[in-house]
């Protein structure tokens, strides 16, 4: 019996690669705009980022959500992104 192949991405904070479903995706939209993508499903630009406040603020400290994007990410888009990272881990019991 064949094994399924486990899709694994890079965490843009950590530069570690892990299982997809491990990690949260943050896309830029056809719209140009940055959000996380809770279903991982949204068309545009994913990056993808541990369920961790410090991955986050390493990718951002290095610019790498700008690289990823191609775009400056705006200060308040960021904060709310640690706002929506801190209540997914929460609800997640992490």
């Keep these: 019996m064949r094994t399924k192949k486990i899709p694994m991405r890079m965490c843009l904070g950590c530069q570690e ?6 990690l949260i995706r ?3 939209t056809p719209e140009d705009v940055i959000e ?5 499903k ?12 410090q991955c986050l603020s390493k990718a951002v400290k290095a610019k790498r959500l700008e690289k990823a994007f191609k775009l400056p990410v705006p200060h ?3 904060e709310e ?3 929506r990272l801190v209540r997914m881990i929460d609800s997640k019991g992490l």
């Design 26 to 28: 943050v896309v830029r």
């Design 36 to 40: 996380i993508d809770s279903g991982g």
């Design 17 to 22: 690669m892990k299982p997809k479903k491990e």
């Design 42 to 53: 949204r068309s545009g630009r994913g990056a993808y980022i541990c369920l961790d406040e």
């Design 81 to 83: 992104l640690k706002e």
């Design 76 to 78: 308040e888009i960021v």
